[in-house]
Structure formats: C-alpha cells, structure tokens
C-alpha cells in the first residue's frame, strides 16, 4: 500500500488557477469514487476540502473543485488568494477498509 | 458540534508504553469510525488504522499492523491509539479523525515525544 504520489510543490500567482495531482492506481483511487482533499495549515490540523471526488463541504469556497480520471484524482483551486497557501493532502480509499494518503503538496502563492 | 479532544502532549523514552486519547462530543459516538493519522516532523499524513466503536471493530495500514493498536470505548466515547514499546521512530503528531469515508471533524493532535 504505496502514498498516492502528488506533486512536491505548486506555485501560482494571486487569480491564476492552479491544479494538484493526485495518482494512485486501479486498487485504489481507480476503483473507488472515495477521494477526499485536505488542506493543512503550519502547526494546526488538516480541513476537510473535497470529498468523494467532487463534494465540497459547507463552508468551503467553491473556487476549490475536485475530478478524477482513470487512476489520477485533481484538486483545481481558482482565483488563487493567500489565504490558500497551504500543503494539501489527497486520501483515497484502498479497499479492505483502509486508506492511503497523498505525498502531498506545497502550494506557493506567489 | 461535532469535537474530538485530543489528550495532550507527551515526552517518553525508548522502550516505554504509551496510551493516547481521543474523546468525541457533539454527536454519537458510534455514528462515525475513528481514524488515526500520523505526522512526523516536517512530514505528510500517514493514514494508520481506524475503528468502529459501536463493536471495536478495526482495520490497520500495513505499515502499522502490529506496530499500534487502536480501541475504544464507547460507554465514554473515547478512542485510544496505544505502543506497548516505544521507538524514536515513533515522534510524531497523531491526529484521530471522525472516519466516514473522509474526515470531516479532526482532533486538535497529540504530540508525542521519545527521546532517551
């Protein structure tokens, strides 16, 4: 049970749009529709961003949006702010009950 | 509201044993697994059991089978992620996280600390 590999870090400038990749394989992200996001903050817990692959909880921005394709999951933030700098994880489920992180990303406000 | 409250901070040496907690409020207890997650210094998220508390049913990583255990108990709506020998290895934050299919609610983590 590999991480699912992300990009080490990802930059853009305030507006732009940015994407992070998230890439497991057939036994997990492929296979099941239950890939959740998480942004992390220095020193404070993980929030909850996207789950199943494309739901944004209440109170999250909608300028955070979440697709998959094949055995790659995205998470696409638009209308970058600095607020967003952050590292963002990707979860998928694994099957027999257990999942696996993302390698995560640095995500760079420039 | 949903809380899950961590027990703090702890220092130990290689060798000891260690319980930690995660108590949840706000809602019941047995509607939501429990996760544990860990975060080594300067690292990414490690997802490393969870369990069911209406029957301690559990499921571990791989990479933590045998390693931890995970329990809980419902009747004082906690979980507890336990080493019964502790390794540096083993410094890290640990976060539990209320588990239903993705982790909505998070405890605030708990530091634990093992240095000789």
């Known amino acids: 049970q590999s991480a699912l590999t992300q990009p080490a870090s990802v930059s853009g400038s305030p507006g732009q749009s940015i994407t992070i990749s998230c890439t497991g394989t057939s036994s997990d992200v492929g296979s099941y529709n239950l890939v959740s996001w998480y942004q992390q903050h220095p020193g404070k817990a993980p929030k909850l961003m996207i789950y199943e692959g494309s739901k944004r909880p209440s109170g999250v921005s909608n300028r955070f949006s979440g697709s998959k394709s094949g055995n790659t999951a995205s998470l696409t933030i638009s209308g970058l702010q600095a607020e967003d700098e952050a590292d963002y994880y990707c979860c998928s489920y694994a099957g027999s009950s257990t999942f696996v992180f993302g390698t995560g990303t640095k995500v760079t406000v420039l | 509201e949903v809380q899950l409250v961590q027990s703090g901070a702890e220092v130990k040496k290689p060798g000891e044993s260690l319980r930690i907690s995660c108590k949840g409020s706000g809602y019941s207890f047995t509607s939501y697994w429990i996760s544990w997650v860990r975060q080594m210094p300067g690292k990414g998220l490690e997802w490393m059991g969870r369990?069911?508390?209406?029957?301690?049913?559990?499921n571990y990583s791989p990479s933590f089978q045998g390693h931890v255990t995970i329990s809980a108990d419902k009747s004082i709506s906690t979980a507890f992620l336990q080493w019964s020998t502790l390794k540096a290895s083993d410094t890290a934050m640990y976060y539990c996280?209320?588990?239903?299919?993705?982790?909505?609610?998070w405890g605030q983590g708990t530091l634990v600390t093992v240095s000789s």
């Open positions: 996280a209320a588990d239903s299919g993705y982790y909505h609610y």
């Open positions: 369990i069911d508390p209406s029957d301690s049913y559990t």
